[in-house]
């Protein structure tokens, strides 16, 4: 194989970072560029056959990349290059693995932050207000998780872990050794009537979009609290604002929207009991994405199948 066979772009905010991890890695017959600029990647695109990198930034190049083979995205979803629009022609691949652990924490996190009425107490603190509610535990209550892929059976272990029940919604695989009962398609309302907790890692498929709506809310206990770090999509926010100001569940902790940056105007600013942390559940960093990449290159020049190759026609 000729040396200058493969030509890589690496367009990202991290691009430099992450030449440096593939240059100390010496990856056999690979040229390599790496840019933060739009403008400078729209040249270099033209000439790459391997894409890596930050799927908003690639959108724009895809139809620019007349010998593009391979993209390699540095994001678990890959929502900006799937649709009717966008090409199909080449192979396209996800990250899965490094992020389960970091969104567990946060979703965790979250939890005990309503059990142990953290917010309830900072409040009262600087109101100089002695505040000794009860506090309740994770210990005996109910996780619904919606996709138990990766990251949901990451959720259900640390969920295990404090001792709570564990209920997984999926289209058919019950293979996680962490859930305790499955629900699929067709059993959903029963899925929902019994949550303390109702955490979604759907993708974002059109299955899923607004799959929790008012009826969602409604079959809910009034005393269930909504976690959302999958695809803003899933969300019928109108709904959600209208369920959460008529008390119908307890509260929601949102890391994503249908649209992002959520507008200042939004009615879910202003609603009760929710918690808004602007798409940070999972943060990408550079050491845990470039070995996604190291292994799938290494698998390419040897013509095998890559890891987590994303279905265009499942839109995952």
Known sequence: MPPDKNKLLIISTNAEKYLAIFRDHNLP????????????????????NII????????????????????????????????????TDYLLTGVKGIFGPLISEYV?????????????????????????????????????????????ADIARSAKHFGMITNGYTRKDSSCRYIDTYFHEGRFDKFVTQLEYLVCVLPNTPSTSNLIDWPVFKAMPKNAVLINVGRGSTIDESSLVKALWEGEIAGAVLDVFKEEPLPPEHSLWGA????????????????????????????FIR???LDYLIDFKRQY
């Open 29 to 48: 017959d690979l040229q390599i560029s790496a840019t933060a600029d739009s403008a400078e990647a729209l040249d270099l695109c033209s000439h790459s």
């Open 52 to 87: 890596f990198g930050d799927p908003d930034l690639i959108k724009p190049l895809l139809n620019h990349a007349a010998k593009l083979e391979w993209m390699q995205s540095t994001w678990a979803g890959v929502e900006p290059l799937l649709g009717p629009t966008c090409r």
């Open 108 to 152: 965790l996190c979250h939890m005990l932050v309503h059990e142990k009425k953290v917010i309830e107490r900072y409040e009262s603190q600087k109101s100089l207000r002695w505040n000794d509610m009860k506090p309740g535990t994770l210990r005996g209550k109910s996780v619904g998780i919606m996709g138990v892929g990766s990251i949901g």
């Open 272 to 299: 009760p009991n929710i918690t808004i942390t602007s798409h940070t559940a999972g943060p990408t960093f550079p050491e845990g994405v470039a070995p996604v990449f190291i292994r799938n290159y290494l698998k």
């Open 303 to 305: 013509q095998e199948s």
